[in-house]
Nanobody
Framework: QVRVVESGGGLVQAGDSLRLSCVAS????????WGWFRQGSAKEREFVAH????????IYADSVEGRFTISRDNAKNTVYLHMNSLKSEDTAVYYC??????????????????WGQGTQVTVSS
C-alpha cells in the first residue's frame, strides 16, 4: 500500500510563492503518474496539475498555467508543486494523488489510486 503525505502549505500574501511537497512510500513511485488537486471552501475538488511517470509531459489547469509548476524527484519519491504569483482564489486544501502508469483522463479524480490527506494553502489579499 502506498502512503502519500503532503506538506508545505501555509498562510501567505497575494503575490507570494510557495512550494508544496508530496512524499510517497513504496517502490512504485518512479512508474507512477502524479497529480495535484485542490478544494476551496464550499467548492468541489478540482484538478490543478499532472506529471507523467517519465516526467516529460506536464499538464496544468487554465487557472494556474504559467504560475504553477509541477516537478518530481524519483530519487526522493517526491512530487513538488511550485506556486508563484499566488492569488486569493488559490486558497484551498491541496491534495496529491498518484496512479500506476499514465492516463489520458488526468483531470478525473477517479483515475488516481493513492491520495494524501491534504495541506492547507491560504492566500490573503
Amino acid at each position: 500500500q502506498v502512503r502519500v503525505v503532503e506538506s508545505g502549505g501555509g498562510l501567505v500574501q497575494a503575490g507570494d510563492s510557495l512550494r508544496l511537497s508530496c512524499v510517497a512510500s513504496g517502490r512504485t513511485f518512479s512508474s507512477s503518474a502524479w497529480g495535484w488537486f485542490r478544494q476551496g471552501s464550499a467548492k468541489e475538488r478540482e484538478f490543478v496539475a499532472h506529471i507523467r511517470w517519465s516526467g516529460e509531459r506536464k499538464i496544468y489547469a487554465d487557472s494556474v498555467e504559467g504560475r504553477f509548476t509541477i516537478s518530481r524527484d524519483n530519487a526522493k519519491n517526491t512530487v513538488y508543486l511550485h506556486m508563484n504569483s499566488l492569488k486569493s482564489e488559490d486558497t484551498a486544501v491541496y491534495y496529491c494523488a498518484g496512479r500506476m502508469g499514465d492516463t489520458a483522463w488526468h483531470q478525473r479524480e477517479s483515475e488516481y489510486d493513492y491520495w494524501g490527506q491534504g495541506t492547507q494553502v491560504t492566500v490573503s489579499s
